[in-house]
Antibody, heavy 119, light 106 residues
């Protein structure tokens, strides 16, 4: 079954750009049945949907993050990425990458990676 | 769309029947999913389309509802069920989550 793994810096300075990559294995990111999704969870808090990308490159972002957010995909290398600019302490969270169906929920998740925004 | 879960926490014993409610601020048809999250782990999909059990999820979990009111029921709570549960609406963007319900051991 498909596996997802987040990677990237665990510490980012305020005002800089947070960059994460999600490597997908045991499944093709080019499958037209799924969306490749980012979700985050601040320590001790609930879940926030960040956005998703389709294999074609089509994206939908959470309006609360849209002005700072870029999600991209590389089907040749089977990974997708997140970039969040101008970060503040409020962006400190565990970031999850995941595979979701349009109406069938988020069936596969990465293990999550904690990103701390601090100088 | 805002999702309000109740209660925010509950204490229950092994074998108890547990019901968690999720109310949407507007109608979402049956486009609702439920997740279980254990400490330090990623959430796990339990139910989608309000009542469809994800493959491999025990049958003691069930979901119901449509429109604005939904429930997740655990028919007989097991030790491994102590966790936090989230609902998520999939009717419109962004797909928002409820605030969570923490199920603790009594």
């Amino acid at each position: 079954q498909v596996q997802l793994q987040e990677s990237g810096p665990g510490l980012v300075k305020p005002s800089q750009t947070l960059s994460l990559t999600c490597t997908v294995s045991l499944g093709s990111i080019s499958s037209g049945d799924y969306y490749w999704t980012w979700i985050r969870q601040p320590p001790g808090e609930g879940l926030e949907w960040i956005g998703h990308i389709y294999y074609s490159g089509s994206t939908i972002y959470n309006p609360s993050l849209k002005s700072r957010l870029t999600i991209s995909i590389d089907t040749s290398k089977n990974y997708f990425s997140l970039k969040l600019s101008s970060v503040t302490a409020a962006d400190t969270a565990v970031y999850y990458c995941a595979r979701s169906g349009l109406r069938s929920g988020i069936g596969y998740w990465g293990q999550g990676t904690l990103v701390t925004v601090s100088s | 769309i805002q999702l309000t879960q109740s209660p925010s926490s509950l204490s229950a014993s092994v074998g108890d029947r547990v019901t968690i409610t999720c109310r949407a601020s507007q109608g979402i048809s049956s486009y609702l999913a439920w997740y279980q999250q254990k400490a330090g782990k990623a959430p796990k999909l339990l139910i989608y389309a309000a009542s469809t059990l994800q493959t491999g999820v025990p049958s003691r979990f069930s979901g119901s509802g449509s429109g604005t009111d939904f429930t997740l029921t655990i028919s007989s709570l097991q030790p491994e069920d102590f966790a936090t549960y989230y609902c998520q609406q999939l009717n419109s963007y962004p797909p928002t989550f409820g605030g969570g319900t923490k199920v603790e051991i009594k």
